[in-house]
């Protein structure tokens, strides 16, 4: 009977470590997407010539994503344009929604387009 309650309670932890390690595998993906969405973004802005039409289309992309993005101009030299782009987002952590709390924070990438 000593043995069964063990191999019970080693098999609840397990579960238990299984379950969180994949909340925090999934919170990293989702940070993950967003830095390539990020890094996306900045590429198509530089390689359009920083077109509004462009930016304006990265924007829209990104609010049908669930991101918040948005591009300032920081030009200092015409023939160097630049623009600060940022990329906001939420990050939730699955394994607070089992305990029915939807926990999420708020991130942010900042970065220029040069």
């Known amino acids: 009977m000593k ?3 063990e191999v019970f309670s080693i098999v609840i932890a397990i579960t238990l ?4 390690f994949t909340s925090i595998i999934s919170s990293n993906n989702q940070n ?3 830095r390539d969405y990020y890094n996306v973004v900045v590429n ?3 390689d359009s010539n920083y ?5 304006n289309e990265c924007k829209s992309d990104a609010e049908s994503k669930g991101y918040d993005l948005s591009v ?3 030009t200092v030299y015409e023939d160097q344009p630049s623009k600060y782009v ?3 987002y939420y990050v939730s952590l699955p394994v607070f929604s089992l305990f029915g709390t939807d926990y999420s924070k708020q991130a942010v990438i900042e970065g220029y387009a040069r």
Do not use: G, M, P, S
């Open 3 to 5: 043995i069964a309650i």
């Open 17 to 20: 470590a299984c379950v969180l």
């Open 32 to 34: 993950c997407y967003a």
């Open 44 to 46: 198509r802005i530089e």
């Open 51 to 55: 077109n509004d039409q462009v930016i």
């Open 72 to 74: 300032e101009d920081v």
């Open 86 to 88: 940022t990329l906001t």
